[in-house]
């Protein structure tokens, strides 16, 4: 029987009860009490008495219905102490089955989706692998359990990941970081004894890895985990039909040789995965004591970078470029020099690349185009100057959108025509920069600046690319002729980039001569112009001006005048 038919045939019979109590409790009134009065009251009492009655019957809960509700409450309270596996109580399920079932579904609902969001919060959903958050958290247990023992933890960074997200699209990427997902998971497998902790496999972001073997004998175990990855990763990818090689850069670090937290494990193998890449990729490398120097001295420089500008610590020197056919001063180059508080005249190699990767660079090449605007501008108030300045771009300037328009603005305020300087680009930007920058660089070219290739001959250029760059000059590597007096080899390559930089129409100018044979072999061979030692150093600016007011009424070629 349902529950609300026992219901009311229960108030019906307590109903019924009150009526015939009320009937017997009249008659016994009528039979013993004579007066009218009296009877008319006992009768109204009787009546009132069965009215309560019925109300109390139409109105009186389910005492086995109220004990559920008070056992569904329960449960629902005891959410709030994270119970959401146990089931509706049985009371519950057998008064109320639709709500019991109801409430049911409900937890499994808010249970699926709790652990959706822990998948989605605790693994990366692109190669299901443990995101950074995960690792992190198991990696603490496990180094906090492995006391003394030798663990080691290898960070890896694809080589050429970008390139197959550019060229082949985000989605083909997605499904290489797959493929390279699973053979890491091979090489953990393998890996992985009975009587040994599993190792941890881990994607941070992006196209960065990292495992963690709670257990390893010796370093030299640990460099064998890390080779196991770079060939694993060094093997060419079959994707969509293309075969995509894009090995691996492995950062090794030890603990607790290296840190005992995940913290510091990770920041060392991140030091030793960059000076892997530094080497070219496709290899790995231990983290040590020197590696850790270098990184201190590195931030030390990133932090002294920041002041310098504003500290006036940066100063241009200048190196004459002189024409090989008549002798004369055809104009200049400024070379970037940095006087340190401490460390004395840093040298460019040393911080050009840390600027560059921490940013610094943008605001040391406004600093640098300003001071070129400036010096051109006293130039020409005092006695007509030079003909062109030459200045160097990194390639993180042409990342900011204002540079181009911030370039126009420095030299206009002041007063400086763009015929006056000349813009350098490094051969690798130059054949990797965007149509919008080229157009930029074309504009300018328009408005009267040179614009120079520098150090052609370390990269690889693109021939067909280079005919259609904007471009005046080409200024060969140091390299290409350091022993071009001695080897009859290096003479045909130089030879070979001269007959190429004239079939492109451009002005070849080379740098670094230090010597008069050179200058001489230089010359028969059509190159156009020269800088380097045989004439002079770079010269601060005073210097520089006595010296070319002497070089430009007393030209001569082949013999130094510095």
Not at 83 to 100: C, F, G, I, N, Y
Not at 324 to 329: E, F, R
Not at 455 to 484: C, E, H, M, W
Request: proline share 4%; aromatic share 6%; hydrophobic share 50%.
């Amino acid at each position: 029987m349902k529950v609300g038919t026992a219901q009311k045939i229960s108030n019906m019979l307590l109903s019924g009860l009150a009526g015939v109590a009320s009937f017997i409790f009249s008659l016994y009134a009528f039979l013993s009490i004579t007066q009218l009065p009296q009877q008319i009251a006992a009768a109204v009492m009787a009546g009132l008495f069965c009215l309560i009655v019925c109300y109390v019957a139409s109105e009186r809960p389910n005492s086995e219905g109220a004990r559920a509700l008070a056992a569904l409450r329960d449960r629902l309270l005891a959410v709030e102490e994270g119970d959401l596996t146990s089931p509706t109580p049985e009371l519950v399920q057998r008064t109320m089955p639709k709500v019991a079932a109801a409430v049911d579904s409900l937890f499994a609902e808010v249970r699926s989706s709790i652990d959706n969001a822990h998948a989605l919060g605790m693994y990366d959903p692109v190669t299901s692998l443990p995101n950074r958050l995960n690792f992190r958290a198991e990696a603490e247990r496990i180094l906090a359990q492995a006391s003394d023992r030798l663990s080691v933890m290898l960070f890896v960074d694809l080589d050429r990941f970008k390139a197959v997200n550019d060229s082949l699209g985000h989605a083909r990427g997605d499904q290489l970081l797959v493929m390279v997902a699973n053979r890491l998971r091979v090489v953990v497998n393998s890996e992985t004894t009975t009587s040994s902790a599993r190792p941890l496999l881990a994607r941070l972001a992006g196209d960065e890895f990292t495992l963690l073997f709670p257990q390893v004998g010796t370093a030299a175990e640990a460099e064998r985990l890390a080779r196991r990855v770079v060939l694993a990763i060094g093997e060419p990818f079959e994707l969509q039909g293309h075969s995509v090689d894009i090995g691996a850069s492995v950062g090794v670090a030890l603990a607790p040789l290296h840190g005992r937290s995940v913290e510091e494990l990770m920041k060392a193998a991140d030091i030793a995965m960059y000076r892997a890449k530094a080497g070219g990729g496709h290899q790995h490398c231990l983290f040590n004591d020197a590696l850790a120097a270098e990184h201190r001295t590195r931030l030390e420089t990133e932090k002294a970078l920041v002041d310098a500008v504003q500290r006036g610590e940066f100063v241009l020197a200048l190196q004459p470029q002189l024409s090989l056919h008549d002798g004369t001063v055809t104009g200049a180059e400024a070379l970037l020099r940095w006087h340190h508080p401490v460390r004395g005249l840093v040298s460019p190699n040393e911080f050009i690349p840390v600027a560059e990767q921490c940013g610094v660079i943008n605001d040391i090449g406004d600093w640098v185009m300003a001071e070129v605007a400036a010096m051109i501008a006293s130039w020409e108030r005092e006695d007509g100057g030079l003909r062109r300045v030459a200045f160097n771009v990194s390639p993180r300037q042409l990342e900011r959108a204002d540079f181009f328009a911030r370039l126009r603005q420095i030299f206009a305020e002041a007063h400086v025509g763009l015929d006056r300087i000349e813009l350098e680009f490094t051969e690798s930007a130059a054949m990797e920069c965007p149509a919008s920058v080229l157009a930029e660089i074309a504009a300018l070219r328009a408005d009267g600046a040179a614009i120079a290739i520098d150090d052609f001959g370390t990269g690889y250029s693109n021939i067909a690319r280079l005919r259609q760059l904007p471009i005046d000059r080409v200024k060969l590597d140091p390299s290409l002729i350091d022993d071009i007096a001695t080897s009859e080899q290096a003479r045909v390559v130089v030879q070979a980039v001269v007959q190429l930089v004239r079939g492109v129409e451009c002005e070849l100018v080379a740098e670094a001569v230090e010597t008069v044979a050179q200058a001489d072999i230089l010359r028969a061979m059509g190159c156009e112009t020269i800088q380097g030692f045989i004439f002079a150093e770079p010269m601060m600016e005073e210097e520089f001006l006595r010296w070319t007011s002497h070089a430009q009424a007393h030209p001569r070629v082949g013999r130094s005048a510095a």
